[in-house]
């Protein structure tokens, strides 16, 4: 059965630095999402995509973010200059237009220090 | 925007018992409610989903109900077993496309 992958599955980056989160989502499916889930709490929405533009974004998803699907394949989550504060994991979903169902890719947690 | 509260944060059970979670959301206009079992360190599994239009799923020893009027659903899982420890979560969404809001999660033991 295909699944949403992605990687790193953990990334340790320094405050200040740029990390870029990568999704492949299912190959039939046209509608993207990126998730964060700080340790203990509950699953955020970050963002929405289709046809190569941001749907909606949630007030999480601020300057420092910017998502973008490069090729045909892969979806990524930059973060210009990460802060402590955007230690959590990550989850990439994906969907199709006919379904409610959104797929979860196992996650990237995301250290900063 | 929709709010999702979900209640108790954590539950107890004796192995063999019903566990049952509530949740109630804010905005009429959601259409879909699914619920996620997550495993530490694991993504978000759906479990058990229910639409607006129905007011009862079950799937085997999971049920989930829905009352529209009072924007309430539920989810009841029976004869729970250790492999039931997790924690849960509802979740509602209004149409296909759209953004899933989560509750906070329940975090449900198995006793033996």
């Known amino acids: 059965e295909p699944e949403v992958t992605q990687t790193p599955s953990h990334q340790v980056t320094q405050m200040g630095q740029e990390v870029i989160l990568r999704c492949v989502p299912i190959s039939n499916h046209l509608y993207f999402y990126w998730y964060r889930q700080i340790l203990g709490q509950k699953v955020e929405f970050l963002v929405s995509f289709y046809n190569n533009e941001i749907s909606e974004k949630s007030e999480i998803f601020d300057d420092q973010f910017s998502v973008e699907r490069p090729d045909g394949s892969n979806f990524t989550l930059k973060i210009r200059s990460t802060k402590l504060e955007d230690s959590a994991m990550y989850f990439c979903a994906s969907s199709v237009p006919i379904s409610y169902e959104q797929y979860f890719g196992p996650g990237t947690r995301l250290t900063v220090t | 925007g929709e709010n999702v509260e979900q209640h108790p944060s954590t539950l107890s059970v004796q192995e063999g018992d019903s566990a049952v979670i509530k949740c109630t959301y804010s905005d009429s206009a959601s259409n879909y409610f699914p619920w996620y079992k997550q495993e530490l360190g694991k993504r978000p599994q759906l479990i058990i989903d229910i639409r607006s239009n129905v007011g009862e799923k079950k799937d085997q020893r999971i049920a989930v109900t829905l009352n529209k009027t009072a924007k309430h659903f539920s989810l009841h899982i029976t004869e729970t077993q250790p492999e039931d420890s997790a924690v849960y979560f509802c979740?509602?969404?209004?149409?296909?496309?759209?953004?899933?809001?989560f509750g906070k999660g329940t975090r449900l033991h198995i006793l033996p």
């Open positions: 979740a509602a969404q209004m149409n296909r496309d759209d953004k899933i809001i």
